[in-house]
């Protein structure tokens, strides 16, 4: 079945510093990924949708600045947390769809857990 | 804005015993979908349920779609230990593939 692949799974930096998270969809071109954080045992919260050569849409309150989204290409975007903070410590976990998304599910990655210190 | 009510969000139940979790919402989805997620991993897509009124099984896991598309539930009978996790259900949404997800219950089966 389809995969896709997050790196790192798990990363500790320290504040101030910037943070890139690799989501790349394995055997599909995915068209549109979606970044997603989630704080332990709550539900995901969408942070944003990454089109293919296309600026990212961000959700409501997200950062645009702070969370530099880019999907260069049919198989890759990037998540990059800026200058991060203790309070960006979190389970960042990206999904991708392919072409026909119309009642197909997203595949997700395994997910990177962020500890900054 | 399109909204999933998910529940219970946390259940803890003895081994062998049945539980529904369940999926509300006023607005009508084109698909849903049920994850379960264990911790420091990915949600994992258990099913998808397309059609209004549709059921599905999945060894002792039964998934329902309501008739006007806007609820589902998902059912566990005889639960064991290693159904432990995360349960997410999340809506196809009207806003570019989007998915909606509810709140999420949190399973614990105790042996």
């Known amino acids: 079945g389809a995969v896709v692949s997050q790196h790192p799974s798990r990363v500790i930096c320290k504040s101030g510093t910037s943070v890139k998270i690799e989501c790349r969809s394995l055997?599909?071109?995915?068209?549109?990924m979606f970044w997603y954080r989630q704080f332990p045992k709550q539900s995901l919260m969408l942070m944003a949708t990454?089109?293919?050569?296309?600026?990212?849409?961000?959700e409501q309150g997200v950062e645009k600045d702070k969370f530099l989204i880019n999907h260069a290409s049919l198989t890759l975007s990037t998540l990059t947390v800026t200058s991060a903070h203790p309070e960006d410590s979190s389970f960042y976990i990206c999904?991708?769809?392919?072409?026909?998304?119309?009642?197909?599910?997203?595949?997700f990655g395994n997910g990177t857990r962020l500890t900054v210190t | 804005t399109q909204l999933l009510e998910q529940s219970p969000q946390f259940l803890s139940i003895q081994e062998g015993e049945n539980l529904t979790v369940y999926c509300n919402s006023s607005?009508?989805?084109?698909?849903l979908q049920w994850y379960r997620q264990e911790p420091g991993e990915g949600p994992v897509l258990l099913v998808t349920?397309?059609?209004?009124?549709e059921v599905k099984k999945l060894k002792r896991l039964t998934f329902q779609f309501g008739d006007a598309r806007k609820d589902s539930s998902l059912h566990i009978t005889a639960a064991q230990p290693g159904d432990t996790g995360l349960y997410l259900c999340?809506?196809?949404?009207?806003?570019?593939?989007?998915?909606?997800f509810g709140q999420g219950t949190e399973l614990s089966v105790k042996p």
């Open positions: 999904s991708a769809r392919g072409e026909n998304w119309a009642g197909s599910p997203l595949h």
């Open positions: 055997d599909f071109q995915a068209t549109t």
């Open positions: 990454s089109n293919e050569g296309s600026k990212a849409t961000y």
């Open positions: 607005s009508v989805f084109s698909s």
């Open positions: 349920v397309v059609t209004g009124g």
């Open positions: 999340a809506g196809a949404g009207n806003q570019g593939g989007k998915l909606i």
